[in-house]
Structure formats: structure tokens, C-alpha cells
């Protein structure tokens, strides 16, 4: 019988069966089939209480570690941690690279205080990514995301303490799932939720995930460009073919940087994030 793995915990997978029972599958120390390692997420073929086939992946997200997803919905508060452009758009460009679909939910608009929420709902909404701000006190848009998650296999991802957990609990209050402080003195969330663990409920499988004190993007400068949001505006080619859209002349990105096209604002990120990246060669110096 077909299943889905939903989580990996102390030695055991917890694999959801077509009609809906969940077993735990013992792979006697071996997370390896086919030289591949299983993750959550993953379709398998289920026999004697063992795995006896895994289906070819549809994509995988390596950190945090699922496969077959739909939807990643990026979770970013406005206040406790701050809200950060910068990283979104790195968020953006991961799950983009990944081949992805990406939800914006911004989360504690009760904290904030001056934020333009509607600057950056209308910057996003520009490039067709949904954003929804959503505080846990507000109970009013939880049919409305339920209803995007529905028949989809959906993640959480973002920095510890922004609320991935606390979304998922007012969505389903039955999972319950351990949410933690958001230390002032640390200037940042504890990590609560130490593992990926996939839930289901109603034709919804929603991942948590271990949030992030810092995400390393693993592009090259060279691949960036493909997958930064925002470039998707701009239909033109530059003069140079593998134009980095930096230094270059005749550059059809910074034309459109200067006519408001592009906002600014994304491009310095994109700068930012470039400035961080190594050249495809340079691993091999
Ligand atoms: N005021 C306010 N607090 C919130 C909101 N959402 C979450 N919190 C609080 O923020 C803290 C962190 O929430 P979590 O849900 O544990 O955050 P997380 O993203 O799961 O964190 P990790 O598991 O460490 O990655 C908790 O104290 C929550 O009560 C919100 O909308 N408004
Ligand atoms: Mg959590
Ligand atoms: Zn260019």
C-alpha cells in the first residue's frame, strides 16, 4: 500500500497509508533506499510493515529537509524578530531555485509599530506572491488559508520566533504543536521546534520546521539572477548576455531600477545577496 512519510523521530518513520492509518516503520539503522535518503515527505510503497519502494521525487528542499511539496509558505513577523525585505527575497529566491511555490504570511501586526504593510503587499502582489497578515489573536482569514492549503502538501519556513508554529496551532488547535518565547535579550526566537514533522488534517498536510538563526543560500552568482524575484518583470535581454545586472552597461534590469519598474528597495537586496555568492569557478581555484 502507498504512503507518505510524515516524520523521522527517534529511529522510526511515521508513515501515513492511503486509508488514512499511520504506521511506524523501524528501517533498522537504514534511512538509505537506492543510495537515496529518505525524507519526509516522500511517497512510499509499503509492504510487511516495510519500505519496499520510493517514488521518484517531484523536488526537495534541503534545509529544512522535505520532498514533494506544493506550497512553502514563508512566515515573517513584523516586529520580534523585525520584518526584513532582504530576507524574503532570499527565502523568495531559495524556494524559486527549488521550483517551489511561495505564500507570504506576515505574522504579529499587533507588535509592529510604523510599518508600511501596504508598500510591501503591493511590491509582491506586483510580482504574483500572495501575502496574508495574520496576528494569533486573528481568527478571520483561517478558512481562507485553509482553503489554500487544501489537497496540497505545504511546509512553514522562516527565522526562529517569527510564529511558523503558532500559524500552524490556529489553523489546527488539535496539533498542539510546543511554540516558544521570543527572547529580547537574545534578540531572537529559541528554537522550539527542534525537527520537520509533517501533519495532515482534512486533505491538508502541512509541514513545521526548525526556524533559522541565518539561511546560507547555495547559488553561484551567475545562477542568482534566474531565480531573484522581481527580475521576472523585466522581459528584455541586457546587452550582455551573462550580465550579473551589477557593473554592466546597457543593463536592462538598472533601466528599470530607474523608471520605478523594479522598486529599489528588491534590488539592493539583490546586490546584497550577489555580494555574498561566489562565482561557479571559484570552488574549483
Ligand atoms: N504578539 C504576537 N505574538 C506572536 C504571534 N505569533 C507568534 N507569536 C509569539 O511568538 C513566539 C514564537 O512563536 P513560535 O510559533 O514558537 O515561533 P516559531 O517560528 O515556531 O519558532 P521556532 O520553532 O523556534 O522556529 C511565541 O511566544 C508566540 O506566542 C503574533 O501574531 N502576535
Ligand atoms: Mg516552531
Ligand atoms: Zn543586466
Not at 486509508?19 to 523501524?26: A, F, N, P, T
Not at 521525487?57 to 520580534?80: C, E, F, H, T
Not at 504593510?117 to 478558512?143: F, T
Not at 488559508?145 to 489537497?151: E, P, R
Amino acid at each position: 500500500m502507498r504512503g507518505k512519510i510524515l516524520s523521522y523521530i527517534a529511529k522510526e518513520f511515521r508513515i501515513l497509508l492511503e486509508d488514512k492509518r499511520i504506521i511506524s516503520v523501524s528501517p533498522r539503522g537504514k534511512i538509505q533506499f537506492n543510495n537515496q535518503t529518505l525524507l519526509v515527505g516522500d511517497n512510499v510503497e509499503i509492504l510487511d510493515n516495510r519500505i519496499e519502494k520510493v517514488y521518484p521525487r517531484k523536488n526537495v528542499l534541503y534545509r529544512p529537509k522535505i520532498a514533494n511539496i506544493d506550497l512553502g509558505i514563508i512566515v515573517m513577523s513584523l516586529s520580534q524578530p523585525n520584518f526584513s525585505s532582504y530576507l524574503l527575497d532570499k527565502f523568495l529566491s531559495l524556494l524559486n531555485y527549488c521550483n517551489i511555490m511561495p505564500l507570504i504570511v506576515l505574522t504579529k501586526d499587533d507588535l509592529m509599530n510604523e510599518i508600511d504593510i501596504d508598500k510591501i503587499i503591493l511590491d509582491y502582489k506586483q510580482i504574483g506572491i500572495e501575502i496574508i497578515v495574520k496576528n494569533k489573536n486573528d481568527d478571520s482569514k483561517i478558512e481562507y488559508i485553509k482553503s489554500l492549503l487544501k489537497d496540497k502538501v505545504s511546509f512553514v519556513i522562516g527565522q526562529t520566533g517569527v510564529g511558523k508554529s503558532t500559524l500552524i496551532n490556529t489553523l489546527f488547535p488539535s496539533f498542539n504543536l510546543k511554540e516558544g518565547e521570543y527572547s529580547k535579550a537574545l534578540n531572537r526566537g529559541k528554537h522550539q521546534t527542534k525537527e520537520v514533522r509533517l501533519l495532515y488534517q482534512d486533505g491538508i498536510y502541512i509541514a513545521d520546521t526548525p526556524g533559522f538563526s541565518s539561511l546560507e543560500l547555495k547559488l553561484y552568482k551567475d545562477e542568482l539572477k534566474d531565480y531573484f524575484p522581481f527580475f521576472s518583470l523585466i522581459k528584455e535581454n541586457c546587452y550582455f548576455l551573462n550580465c550579473l545586472h551589477d557593473k554592466e552597461t546597457n543593463c536592462k534590469i538598472k533601466e528599470a531600477v530607474k523608471n520605478n519598474i523594479i522598486p529599489l528597495e528588491h534590488y539592493q537586496n539583490y546586490l546584497k545577496l550577489l555580494s555574498e555568492l561566489i562565482y561557479s569557478h571559484e570552488r574549483y581555484k
